[in-house]
């Protein structure tokens, strides 16, 4: 963050040259600024570079108001909140002004008096852009009041008038005046409240209790919503859908690396997660979202994968924690954590009405095919048959959430090819303790699942055979 400017008046302000934007030229210029320097203006935003962020950008640039319709979990919030990095890091606002009003344009007429009052000696304080963003979840109990504002009867008990605007104690969209207001779930806001938008977002005057105040809002309204063919709870009133100018569709990561891109990047991991579990927990989140046994109307979001990704890493420290381990290099997750992921994440899955009952067997099937990607991928033109033999018949392998890497890696088979273990690491980039145990694991899984070797378990655990 940068210094904070140290002009304090009005009449420095002036002598220092500033000129005064509106927000929507603010942005516009900002945004054009920053993509013909060749910087990225949407940090940590993946997988909308060809179609969403366009669109936004266009939208932008025309100064349209925007609505974000999508799936739950597809970075819509994310989304809106990046927006603030489009607007100048300080501002100059009038001191004391409820509204935040631009010391050379002034919109109330208390301002203005007090410009007349204290001309160039008037004191002027500096909001930083984060200050400019005000986030709302649109809920049904939300009132008028709330949003645009009301009477306030202490001020009216003082001896104002009704009609005085100093009598108004001003809601959420005003006191965002010069910043980004957005609405999180919008159809959830009732439709009376809706309503009271129409007049912000066309004309930008504030209607309350029958008395108009022209004020000239300057606000830029966004917001998001999921599609109005799964939200049952309401939907946005046709003017107001009129009023956005930009209406623009979200979707899920297309591409496999965006997807292990957002989990990582979101994810607060407790231990570490290999590349290849990551792989795993999106290929398993893209599995269901192609399923006939999910609703799909209702989404599988990305925080899916992310609290995946957070349980299987919680699982790994576990381990390492109740079996007193202290190597660093123990803590690292491997496959037997992943059905820890799996008990737990059920719950945010809207599973087909006919699948009650089903629900375990489609998640650990959907988890057998994404393993099976994920394994042939890895272990492509690598001959695995000295692992094979040397499970002889009588030979097994327990693994299991409670078995330790280096107990795991002291249990394993010797081998016609002793250097196969090693090949198997290097696949992964495994160099820890933690890190070739669930390597090998892996190998072993994708054996089973080949049919090339069996498993049994329970309590927990896993015997290969």
Same mark, same amino acid.
């Given at each position: ?5 140290? /002009? ?45 962020? @366009?669109?936004?950008?266009?939208? =932008? ?15 819509? *919030? ?15 606002? %009038? ?43 649109? *809920? ?7 949003? =645009? ?62 008395? %108009?105040?022209?004020? @000239? ?144 067997? =489609? ?49 394993? @088979?010797?081998?016609?090819? @002793? ?43 896993? /015997?290969?055979?």
């Amino acid at each position: 963050m940068s210094e904070k400017p140290d /002009v304090q008046t009005l009449g420095e302000l002036r002598a220092a040259g500033y000129t005064s934007r509106t927000l929507r030229v603010e942005m516009r210029d900002n945004l054009l600024a920053e993509l013909a320097a060749g910087r990225d203006p949407w940090p940590g935003m993946h997988g909308f570079d060809t179609t969403v962020i @366009p669109q936004v950008e266009r939208a =932008i640039i025309a100064g349209h108001d925007i609505v974000l319709l999508g799936e739950r979990g597809q970075g819509k *919030t994310r989304l809106l909140r990046t927006l603030v990095g489009l607007l100048d890091e300080w501002s100059p606002v %009038v001191a004391g002004s409820e509204l935040g009003e631009d010391p050379l344009v002034p919109i109330t007429t208390a301002t203005r008096e007090r410009i007349e009052r204290e001309g160039d000696t008037l004191p002027i304080e500096w909001r930083h852009r984060s200050e400019r963003y005000v986030e709302k979840l649109s *809920t049904p109990d939300t009132s008028v009041a709330d949003m =645009i504002g009301d009477v306030d009867p202490m001020r009216v008990a003082e001896g104002r008038r009704l009609g005085d605007p100093e009598t108004i104690h001003y809601g959420l969209v005003p006191r965002a005046n010069r910043g980004i207001v957005a609405l999180n779930e919008l159809p959830d806001l009732a439709e009376r409240i809706q309503v009271a938008l129409l007049n912000v977002m066309e004309e930008r005057d504030v209607q309350i209790r029958g008395y %108009v105040l022209r004020l @000239p809002l300057d606000v830029l309204v966004v917001a998001s919503a999921n599609p109005e063919d799964y939200t049952n709870r309401g939907r946005i009133i046709t003017p107001l859908k009129d009023r956005f100018g930009a209406e623009i569709r979200t979707h899920y990561p297309l591409d496999l690396s965006d997807e292990i891109e957002v989990v990582r990047q979101e994810a607060d991991l407790t231990a570490e997660v290999p590349d290849a579990l990551m792989e795993l927990l999106a290929r398993f989140t893209r599995e269901l979202r192609t399923s006939d046994s999910v609703n799909q109307a209702s989404g599988v979001s990305a925080r899916f994968a992310i609290a995946g990704a957070e349980t299987v890493a919680a699982a790994a420290r576990r381990r390492a924690a109740v079996r007193g381990t202290d190597d660093p290099g123990e803590a690292v997750a491997r496959l037997v954590d992943v059905d820890a992921a799996v008990d737990v994440l059920r719950g945010k899955i809207e599973f087909e009405p006919g699948e009650e009952g089903r629900e375990p067997e =489609i998640l650990r099937y959907l988890l057998r095919s994404a393993t099976v990607d994920v394994v042939r991928d890895l272990f492509r033109g690598l001959d695995l048959a000295p692992l094979v033999e040397a499970f002889d018949g009588s030979v097994t392998l327990t693994t299991g959430a409670s078995v330790t890497a280096a107990e795991f890696l002291g249990a394993l @088979p010797e081998l016609s090819d @002793p250097g196969l273990y090693d090949r198997i690491s290097e696949r992964q980039g495994a160099t820890t303790v933690g890190q070739r145990a669930g390597a090998i694991e892996l190998a072993l899984e994708g054996l089973f699942l080949s049919r090339r070797l069996s498993k049994e378990t329970g309590d927990g655990a896993a /015997v290969y055979g």
